[in-house]
């Protein structure tokens, strides 16, 4: 009568679709708290998934129910001390007597309704509407290494490979194939030689006949090999190619007097978008700070963003050290290298013709992206001019310009965009 | 009784274990004359209960962002654990399924069999609400129909429109059920054709009510005197479904589906108690059968009596966990009482229930599981004898007073006046207000006037307006709320749009 199912192995997540929902509806909210969350965290830990506050009177669903008030008749369980006729001072509010059987009828109270958004679709919403551009996803998919994954079985191999299982069904067909005409063959000549030796007067000569001819078949039979090279069978495994999931991400930044604490602050944000960007589509990522002024220097973020120095701008030293990082450390043949430079635009004049040459001839054809924002309202110095050869040159060298925090997003979305069509 | 040999001495379970409990228990109950759909139970995991919980308990229902954000909710608190998952889920269809969780141990998946697979089983056969208000044959069904229909009318429309129609539909769904007369049964086929030809059918006779085309001056003069609806309707979205003006054919559907799947619901809202209290009642009966017999062991057994025991905890109108009265509690022992009323009545309970004293108590209590609803459960058997155990109360709490009066205590005085009190607090008419659907003004700018009829001077809660609203978005014309007391006066009045 009674059923008994497993249920478990069933796909689970059937609310997946009702949670999109609700995220979907509460989009304005949750865009707000996913903004503020990055400006208050460190470059790696942005992608963290994050706590979404909704306030109560925002995500109630109504209905007609009792309000407070009126006249109200209750019983509850637990008399200790009362007696028929005591009058009680009502409480404000929360617990004691009176209060408690309303807590049923509210529902769930006003409590603001928090949860956590997992750090895809923290991603989601951050990268909305965005993509690596064209260009770059072709490069994406440049073969790299090589890695060998099983295709099926073939009729060839070395013994190492050897599929025991099909070699020896395919043995069995074989054998059922090659047999069964003599089995029959054989068969109906035992029926025969029975029925003849029943007879009272035997046919010699035909029974002779018949025994030579089953001794023939059975040899026939015995014949047919139990295993035979045709019905080897091997593992095969193919070498294709994978693209490289590993990436650089190389952050280059003019820390020269001019750049004040607000225009770090951009820049940071400008890294963020860039770095998480990059996590959606690479499994490993590597960053490297190189700051600068008149010399370059690898640093930690923390000394990145928060040391301060004085001094001139040389921009060719930090292009200088890149070079060599990248020679040095990551070859472009397994990493996929992203370079975000992000400067107020100053360079010692003479410096900037240097720079046009190393990017042009050394670095831009190591990389797959290339991304300078200038952090100035516009009114651009050489390097800008300089660079703006480069972009004409490469299509996967971007600039933009920031003049306020408010700029980096749209600039952002700007550089990558998704190209209709 | 020769005691045989226990079941199983581990606490872990397996299928072959799951199936000579459900045998044995099955067996037992038989012997106590439950009468059940066949069971189909389903071993599930912790997060396929927690979706099963999202979805209003149902196996299967329509997308919905409300539903996720129950599951989130869930899924939050359960994780943080400040709320463990129910060891069971029910549903009332046939064949009857009852989820049960992989985390409980043995002695927890008999107890969940006992109590859900043969106790919530039997009432929702034999109960009369559920007999009369829900087909358990079709649900299963009809929720596959009605997930089709709206996941189609999403395809249509987009998203956004069909949402906003369900978000209407769900802040009346509690108006969307029929009272006092009763529904057809359903079935998928026949739902599916009624379902083409009403779309069509509806749409003329909306248009009828509407029509502008001047009439003579006789038959206007005659249809004047009439109030339109003639009779005030309780059924809210009934009402909408077939006369809201400019409602599309597919919105009218989705009104009708909710409406359908309210009315599903709306007998389990009406005997909480005794639907828990039987549930209660038959687990333990059944296990101590069992253990009666030696195929439970001690260890078994201690395991079912600490859970029975918190699920039938009670805290006092003074603790820190009081949160009204529980169901469970309250249902268990009034299923107990009677059991012991009918085999060792007192002098008092022979005065009070002349009708119980020395019955056969399986028939007596299988009467009430089916004849009453908590309302009038409890106000038939809710006795002296539990009134002192439980140390019920009976409280006045006026707004107009400053302080509180206690009306009532368990002495000879209090019992019969904390019965009415105790069962009119399970009454409909005192968990939700009383709105109806009073007149619409067909000729004039097509206003729907609603009239709450306000009991003991009970204001409507703080969501009104916004009720009001979505109900805006499905009838598109100005509505009104009107709430009148007892005098007859209009003390409160919402409109949408506001004036």
Redesign the interface.
């Known amino acids: 009568m009674t059923q008994l199912i497993d249920r478990r192995q069933n796909a689970g997540k059937k609310s997946t679709v009702n949670r999109q929902r609700f995220i979907r509806r509460y989009k304005q909210h949750i865009k707000q708290a996913v903004s503020e969350a990055t400006s208050k965290r460190k470059i790696t830990d942005i992608a963290k998934g994050e706590q979404i506050v909704i306030p109560a009177k925002d995500i109630v669903e109504p209905r007609f129910h009792r309000g407070e008030g009126g006249r109200v008749e209750r019983v509850l369980p637990g008399n200790d001390i009362f007696n028929t006729g005591d009058k009680v001072k009502r409480q404000s509010s929360g617990e004691g007597e009176g209060s408690g059987g309303e807590a049923s009828d509210k529902g769930e109270g006003d409590d603001d309704f928090v949860f956590q958004l997992s750090r895809e679709e923290f991603l989601e919403i951050y990268f909305e509407d965005l993509e690596l551009p064209d260009l770059v996803k072709k490069e994406l998919a440049r073969v790299t290494t090589f890695k060998t994954v099983r295709a099926g079985v073939t009729s060839s191999g070395i013994p190492s490979n050897l599929n025991i299982l099909r070699s020896m069904r395919q043995a069995i067909g074989r054998r059922v194939a090659l047999v069964s005409p003599y089995k029959h063959q054989l068969d109906e000549a035992q029926e025969a030689l029975k029925a003849l030796l029943k007879k009272k007067t035997p046919d010699e000569a035909e029974i002779a006949r018949l025994q030579a001819l089953i001794e023939h078949l059975k040899k026939h039979i015995k014949a047919v090999p139990f295993l035979d090279t045709i019905d080897l069978r091997y593992n095969n495994r193919v070498r294709i190619p994978a693209p490289s999931t590993q990436a650089v991400m190389f952050c280059v930044m003019d820390v020269s007097g001019s750049m004040d604490e607000s225009k770090k602050d951009i820049a940071k944000r400008f890294y963020i978008l860039l770095y998480l960007f990059l996590t959606r589509n690479y499994k490993k990522i590597d960053l490297i700070f190189i700051r600068h002024h008149t010399s370059a220097k690898e640093v930690s973020e923390d000394d990145f963003f928060y040391s301060r120095e004085t001094g001139g701008t040389v921009v060719s030293s930090a292009l200088e050290l890149l070079h060599q990082t990248i020679e040095a450390r990551y070859p472009p043949s397994a990493w996929n290298i992203y370079v975000a430079q992000a400067s107020d635009g100053d360079n010692w004049n003479a410096d900037s013709p240097y720079c046009l040459e190393l990017l042009r001839d050394k670095i831009m054809p190591l990389l797959q992206y290339f991304a300078y924002i200038e952090i100035m309202p516009r009114h651009h110095q050489s390097l800008w001019e300089v660079y703006q050869k480069v972009g004409e040159q490469y299509p996967n060298f971007a600039m933009e310009n920031i003049d306020t925090l408010a700029d980096i997003y749209p600039v952002f979305h700007e550089l990558f965009k998704r190209k209709v069509g | 009784m020769k005691k045989k040999k226990p079941l199983s001495t581990s606490s872990e379970w397996t299928?072959e274990l799951?199936?000579d409990y459900?045998?044995e228990i099955?067996r037992l109950a038989k012997a106590f004359k439950l009468d059940t759909y066949?069971?189909?139970?389903?071993?599930?995991?912790a997060?396929?209960m927690?979706?099963c919980y999202?979805?209003v308990g149902m196996p299967i229902n329509y997308?919905?962002?409300?539903?996720?954000?129950h599951?989130?909710?869930v899924e939050?608190s359960y994780q943080r654990g400040e709320m463990g998952l129910a060891y069971e889920l029910v549903i009332n269809s046939n064949?009857c399924i009852s989820?049960l969780m992989?985390e409980n141990t043995l002695p927890m998946q008999a107890l969940v069999i006992a109590h859900a697979?043969y106790g919530h089983n039997s009432f929702f056969k034999n109960n009369y609400l559920f007999k009369m208000w829900t087909s358990a044959d079709a649900i299963v069904d009809y929720l596959v129909f009605a997930r089709r229909y709206i996941s189609e009318c999403e395809e249509r429309y987009g998203?956004e429109e069909v949402?906003a129609t369900l978000?209407a539909c769900?802040?009346?769904?509690?108006?969307g059920v029929d009272r006092y007369k009763h529904p057809g049964k359903l079935s998928l086929q026949e739902e599916k054709i009624r379902q083409q030809n009403r779309e069509m059918y509806l749409q003329t006779q909306v248009n009828e009510l509407w029509r502008t085309i001047p009439q003579t001056k006789e038959a206007y003069d005659q249809e004047e005197k009439k109030r339109f609806p003639e009779e005030p309707q309780e059924n809210i979205l009934y009402f909408i479904e077939k006369n809201a003006p400019l409602l599309k054919s597919w919105q009218r559907e989705v009104v009708r589906i909710v409406r359908k799947i309210a009315q599903y619901f709306y007998p389990q809202g009406q005997t909480k108690v005794m639907n828990e209290g039987w549930a209660c009642f038959w687990h333990y009966t059944l296990l101590h059968a069992l253990y009666d017999e030696g195929l439970v062991t001690d260890e078994f057994m201690l395991e079912i009596l600490q859970n029975h025991t918190n699920v039938i905890y009670?805290?006092?109108?003074?603790?820190?966990y009081?949160?009204?009265?529980n169901p469970y509690t309250l249902g268990y022992h009034m299923m107990q009482d009677i059991r012991r009323i009918c085999e060792n009545p007192t002098d008092e309970d022979k005065q009070w229930f002349p009708h119980l004293a020395n019955t056969d108590w399986i028939t007596s209590l299988d009467d009430a599981m089916r004849y009453y609803k908590d309302e009038s459960f409890i106000a038939q058997f809710l006795s002296p004898h539990l009134i002192r155990e439980?140390?019920?109360?009976?409280?006045?709490?006026?707004?107009?007073h400053?302080?509180?009066?206690?009306?009532?205590?368990?002495?000879a005085?209090?019992y019969q006046k904390?019965r009415e009190?105790?069962s009119?607090?399970y009454n409909l008419g005192n968990l939700?207000?009383d709105?109806q659907v009073h007149s619409v003004d067909v000729e004039g700018d097509r206003a729907l006037t609603l009239h709450h009829t306000?009991r003991?001077?009970?204001?409507?809660?703080?969501?009104?307006p916004?009720?009001l609203k979505?109900l805006h978005t499905l009838w598109k014309f100005p509505v009104v709320l009107k709430t009148i007391d007892e005098q007859n006066n209009v003390v409160a009045e919402y409109n949408c749009p506001s004036k």
């Open positions: 299928f799951l199936q459900d045998r099955g066949p069971n189909q139970i389903e071993v599930i995991t997060e396929q927690m979706d999202a979805s997308h919905h962002w409300s539903y996720g954000k599951f989130i909710g939050k064949p989820y992989e697979c998203i949402e978000d769900h802040a009346l769904m509690n108006y009670q805290p006092s109108y003074n603790s820190p009081y949160s009204g009265i439980l140390r019920l109360f009976h409280l006045l709490d006026d707004a107009e400053s302080e509180l009066e206690i009306k009532s205590i368990h002495n005085e209090g904390i009190a105790l009119s607090q939700e207000p709105i306000q003991n001077r009970v204001p409507l809660g703080k969501t009104t916004e009720v979505h």
